[in-house]
């Protein structure tokens, strides 16, 4: 029945995907008078892809703006970005979504989302990213109510499997609903279905078997199958189609969506060691936020992708409490019983580190220079040695926040196929985001291309429809 | 607040493994929503949550109390079911509250009957509307005016004192019994103005920006029931201001009862009963649209007749007012009053047990805050 309604009519703008990439695009294109159709491929409950999981949106202003304090210029916002993705950005693109992060707030506002100052334990960031009260889910709620509002048609379960071409024009999806294959025609369709992080086999195709054991970070549904059908139909690509943005994250996460809470701040406190009690990497090299993007390829590289943070009495405090307890003992060789390590090696790394910390002021905030001498690697701040019981153990699995493989578009977010731009295909949110985001990652910078490029792409889809 | 959750349990379960189970799940959901953090802005609760990592039981207690039931953390919830963390904060929170009344209630007894079962609030309004039906035939006066001709104004003293005084000291026994389960300390004046400020304009229900809770319209916001809820608070307080003033009047300055329609009393009594009547209607419509899973199922049925009873008090006064002004309805009047002050009575005395108790507890958690924000912001 659902069915039924969805293929009598030939929709003027077609979105695909449901998150806030999307919906920005739906909600511009009907305040423009189209009418639209969200095929979003997850159920209600999780609707929104990984803008449910999100937090904040990463803003440029020339002044104190909504929630944000200060100043944050174009320049130093693009010096951010550039030193995040060494370079692998495009500039004109990029400088274009910056300069229009501004213009997106006060329009965010006034379709529903509510800003909160800063979170606890995220003082850092009250200058550059504005956080969503209640989160990206409300951020996600607000915008469906606001959609819906306009007239807006949103379908949930609705997968849609090819995205129907003929001479460089759009003419229909083919979408899976209800156990049927049904054609919906439009006249313009939006891209907004997300990356392929979510699937596995592909991950594994393209990172090594070793991705097997990655966890996702975000929602199971970003599956690539859009992207891969566009992909496999001539349109054009961007960023490194072997390469995934992944942090280092609670090992006994859930596999898929186990989203913010899974996260593991004490890594600058502690010794890392992998499967075999042995540390690999300096874990004092910087503050966490500046860090913690490194730490998921660190691990990825290790055996099993496992790695474990290891702290004792003194350093529990110093960071975000984490979502499950830590394992705990009252020696060395217990807490590795416990974390299935081998025991003399471990205590053996413990106590090699422990002999080459110097005495000196710890400051957990900032940048101590407290560092080992004579242990490979060093820990270049915040060494203490390990010496007050109880000792606590973390298991740190990669997890992964999204892939880098899009859609090729320009600064109108059209889609660029084998003889230039297609006629009227658009595309938002991560599906593009590696236009502007070769590498790395920078807080709140995904969802600003995808609040820019979706508000830009529903306004161009609008215009060439009506 | 204490920060050792391995210290042992101070409350005394006495074999409640319902409320002990309750009291785990609601320590699991904290804990995974203080690595989360999201939402911060809503209420107190968040905030305050974030002051320790490991939670004893008495603040649980203290956080559930704090709680307010504004939904706008569920709806904005990444982890709710089917997510495998099932997080339902308000649902568990209430939950954890209600026990929290029910432990605490003198005798705890009662406060587990008339918190669950709406049936016995019905009762105990039957009892209540026999009761002065039997006073007012067996010690009808021989003068009097007013309301006095059909029960002197010493008889009505007789009965409603004890029935105001006896909940009274009953509560202050519960709210000991919080305030030593949270830990609280010596309490300030600025403690309770801090309370009563927050109470005044329900801030914990206001969703952080004055948009309003998630009830009645799912995960759209709306201030209906935080307006129902004050039109019930503000109703009430006008109508016992009426009380107040009218004793006053009468022991102090030698000027009984009945009054005219523009004396204080009457002016007090009336506008707080419509107040009154309508808030509670409201109320009782909203809470028959709200999602029943995101408070304490269980008490749904107790907390529905305890606002119907308020509904039916305001109501009961409007009609006996009105119905002594008319010749038509002086002949009623007998049953009106027993009706009226026969729903006052049931009210008063289920004050310690019911739905009502809540806003006492909530005060205390609100000075309890206070108290901690000054401590620890």
Known sequence: MVGRSLVETTWDVVVVGGGNAALCAAITAAEKGASVLILEGAPKPYRGGNSRHTRNFRCMHRGPLSVLTDTYEEEEYFQDLLVVTKGKTDEGLARMAIR???????????????????????????????????????????????????????????????????????????????????????????????????????????????????????????????????????????????????????????????????????????????????????????????????????????????????????????????????????????????????????????????????????????????????????????ARPLDTPPYYGYLLRPGVTFTYLGLKVDETARVTGQNGRYANIWAAGEIMAGNVLGEGYLAGFGMTIGTVFGRIAGREAADHVL | ?????????????????????????????????????????????????????????????????????????????????????????????????????????????????????????????????????????????????????????????????????????????????????????PLRGRHLVAAFKDAAVLRNLDGGQGQGCNFEKGDRYSNERRFAHQATLYGFLLCFAATSVATLMHYLFDMPAPYGLFSLPKLLGLSGGLLLCLGTLRLAMLKARGERDLGAPRVWGGEMAFVLLLFFVSLSGLVLYAASGTAIGTGAVSWLLALHLGSVLAFFLLTPYSKMAHGFYRLAALAREAQQREAKP
Not at chain 1, 123 to 138: E, H, I, V
Not at chain 2, 126 to 140: D, E, H, N, W, Y
């Open chain 1, 100 to 382: 229009e992060s501004e213009a997106c707030l006060p329009w965010m506002e006034a379709h529903g989302v509510r800003f909160q100052p800063s979170l606890s334990g995220t003082l850092s960031l009250s200058r550059t990213n504005a956080f969503f009260l209640g989160g990206g889910k409300a951020l996600v709620n607000a915008y469906y109510n606001t959609a819906e509002d306009l007239g807006v048609r949103a379908v949930y379960e609705a997968q849609v499997v090819h995205v129907g071409l003929e001479d460089g024009r759009f003419t229909h999806v083919e979408v899976e609903l209800g156990g049927e294959t049904l054609r919906v025609e439009g006249k313009a369709v939006v891209l907004a279905a997300g990356g392929f992080q979510a699937d596995i086999d592909w991950l594994a195709r393209a990172w090594g078997p070793s991705a097997r054991n990655f966890l996702i970070r975000g929602t199971p549904y970003n599956r690539g199958v859009v992207l891969k059908d566009l992909l496999d139909q001539g349109a054009e690509s961007i960023g490194d189609p072997t390469q995934c943005h992944a942090v280092a994250i609670d090992g006994r996460a859930p596999k898929y969506d186990g989203g913010i809470a899974t996260r593991i701040d004490c890594v600058p406190f502690s010794i890392v060691v992998n499967r075999d009690g042995q540390r690999f990497y300096d874990e004092g090299e910087d503050v966490w936020p500046k860090r913690y993007a490194i730490w998921g390829r660190l691990v990825a590289a290790q055996p099993d992708q496992m790695a474990y943070a290891i702290i004792d009495h003194k350093s529990i405090d110093l960071f975000m409490p984490t979502v499950f307890p830590p394992v705990k003992a009252e020696t060395i060789e217990g807490l590795a019983q416990r974390l299935g390590l081998p025991a003399p090696a471990l205590k053996e790394t413990v106590e090699g580190f422990n002999r080459a910390c110097r005495e000196g002021t710890f400051h957990p905030t900032e940048l101590d220079g407290l560092a080992t001498e004579g242990v490979s690697p060093e820990k270049t701040n915040w």
């Open chain 2, 1 to 185: 607040m204490s920060s050792d959750a391995a210290t042992p349990s101070l409350l005394q379960f006495a074999g409640d493994a319902e409320g002990e189970a309750a009291l785990a799940e609601a320590r699991r959901q904290i804990e995974i929503c203080n690595a989360c953090r999201y939402c911060e802005g809503f209420c107190a609760v968040f905030p305050a949550m974030t002051r320790q990592k490991a939670f004893s039981d008495g603040d649980m207690t203290q956080l559930a109390n704090l709680c307010h039931n504004c939904r706008g953390c569920y709806y904005s919830c990444q982890y709710t079911a089917p997510h495998e963390f099932d997080l339902n904060v308000p649902g568990i929170l209430a939950e954890v509250r209600q026990d929290s009344w029910s432990r605490c209630a003198w005798p705890a007894a009662l406060g587990r009957v008339f918190h669950r079962h709406g049936v016995a609030v019905a009762a105990a309004l039957v009892t209540g509307f026999a009761f002065l039906l039997l006073l007012i035939q067996s010690l009808r006066p021989e003068a009097g005016q007013g309301f006095y001709a059909f029960l002197s104004h010493n008889a009505m003293v007789a009965v409603f004192l004890p029935a105001f005084l006896l909940p009274l000291a009953a509560l202050a026994v519960g709210l000991r019994r919080y305030w030593r389960e949270v830990g609280g300390s």
